[in-house]
C-alpha cells in the first residue's frame, strides 16, 4: 500500500502531460516553487507592497498601537491582484512564462480552480494541519487517499503556539510518513511585530529548529522540509540538517521580506556549511504576481552562487526531495 500509493498517486507522469491540450514552446530551464498559497483576494490586505519591507523595523509604543507591518517607501511597490479571476490567470500566465511547477496550499476552492486551470501537474496541490481541532486524523486520511492531495503542508502550529513535536500533532504525521507523503512545516518569524499585529498567540521560541528533534526521532521515514528555512535561528538549522538527513529546507517569505543583505548572508552561510543540496525555491507566494519574478531574481543574480548550485536551488534539489524524475518536466530546445 505504502509505496503502491506513492507510485501511483503522488507525481509519477503528472509532469509534462498535455491531455490533448495543444504544448506551448518552452523557453525558459524549468523552475520549482514549492510555497505557493492559493487565497481568495482580499480587500482589507489589497495594499502594494515593497519587497524587502523589513529592511526597517524601528518598533512601537503600546500606548500608540501596532507597528507598521509595511513599508511602502519605494519607487516600484508590488500590485496585488484585484479580483480570484486576475491572480489565477497571473498565476497560470508565469507557470507558462517561467515553465514553473508549484506545490500548493490554502483555499481548497481556489486551490481546486488552479490545478483545473493550469497545465496538467503543473500545480500540486498540499494539505495542511496545524492543530488537532481543525480536521480529524480520519478525515486528513480520507483527503490523502482521494489522490487529490499529495503534501502535508503547510504544517504552521507557530501561529498558535504549539510546538511542531506537541503530540496532539503525531497521528497526522504518522498518516503522512505512513503514506510517504512529504510535509512542509513553518518554522521562522511572521514579520514585524506579529504578535503585536495580528497573532497574539504566535512565540518566535517555537520556530526553533531544534524543537523538530522529537518529531524526527518519533517518525524516522519521514521527509520533512523547513519552510522560511528557519530563519532567523541558522545555527539550529544547520545542526539540525548536519544530524537529519532527511531535512531540507525552502527559502520563502523571508527571501523578499528581509533585507537583501541579510537574505545572502543566510543562504551563503547555509551552502558554506555544505547544504547547497538541500536549499529549496519558494516564494511563499499570497497576492501579489510579481512575486514570483522578485524571488527569483535574488537566487539568480547572487553572485556567490555557481550556475549549479543556483540551478540546485531553483530546480534540482525540489526534484531529488519529492523523488521525481527531471525527464517529466519540459525543457528548452537546443
Given at each position: ?25 518552452v523557453t525558459h530551464l524549468p523552475i520549482f516553487d514549492i510555497h505557493v498559497h492559493t487565497m481568495k483576494v482580499n480587500p482589507a490586505w489589497g495594499n502594494p507592497m515593497c519587497p524587502w519591507f ?164 518519533r517518525h524516522p521515514k519521514m521527509k520533512i522540509w523547513v519552510m522560511h528555512a528557519g530563519y532567523p535561528m541558522l545555527e539550529e538549522m544547520i545542526a539540525l540538517m548536519g544530524y537529519h538527513a532527511y531535512v531540507y529546507l525552502d527559502i520563502s517569505g523571508f527571501i523578499w521580506s528581509y533585507p537583501l543583505d541579510e537574505i545572502h548572508y543566510y543562504i551563503k552561510r ?65
Open positions: 500500500m505504502k509505496k503502491t500509493f506513492l507510485l501511483l498517486l503522488l507525481f509519477t507522469g503528472l509532469i509534462g502531460q498535455t491531455s490533448g491540450q495543444e504544448k506551448q514552446k523589513l529592511s526597517n523595523m524601528p518598533g512601537g509604543d503600546p500606548l500608540e498601537g501596532p507597528p507598521s507591518f509595511q513599508n511602502l517607501d519605494c519607487v516600484d511597490p508590488l500590485m496585488p491582484a484585484t479580483s480570484d479571476e486576475e491572480m489565477q490567470d497571473e498565476v497560470i500566465k508565469r507557470i507558462h512564462d517561467f515553465n514553473m511547477t508549484m506545490v500548493a496550499f490554502g483555499d481548497p476552492d481556489v486551490l481546486r480552480s488552479w490545478v483545473k486551470a493550469a497545465p496538467p501537474g503543473r500545480i500540486i496541490p498540499g494539505i495542511g494541519i496545524s492543530n488537532a481541532t481543525s480536521m480529524s486524523v480520519e478525515a486528513f486520511r480520507d483527503s490523502l487517499t482521494n489522490g487529490f492531495y499529495k503534501v502535508m503542508a503547510e504544517v504552521a502550529p507557530q501561529y498558535q503556539g504549539i510546538s511542531p513535536s506537541d503530540p496532539a500533532l503525531d497521528p497526522y504525521f504518522a498518516v503522512a510518513e505512513e503514506f510517504h507523503v512529504p510535509v512542509g512545516i513553518h518554522m521562522g518569524t511572521g514579520g514585524n511585530g506579529m504578535t503585536n499585529v495580528s497573532n497574539p498567540n504566535y512565540r518566535a521560541s517555537m520556530g526553533n529548529p531544534f524543537l523538530l528533534e522529537d518529531l524526527l526521532a547555509l551552502v558554506q556549511a555544505g547544504f547547497g543540496k538541500r536549499i529549496m525555491y519558494g516564494t511563499d507566494f499570497m497576492l501579489w504576481p510579481r512575486l514570483f519574478e522578485t524571488s527569483m531574481g535574488v537566487i539568480e543574480h547572487a553572485q556567490y552562487l555557481s550556475e549549479d548550485q543556483k540551478r540546485d536551488i531553483l530546480f534540482n534539489n525540489a526534484v531529488r526531495f519529492f523523488r521525481m524524475d527531471p525527464a517529466q518536466f519540459d525543457w528548452p530546445e537546443e
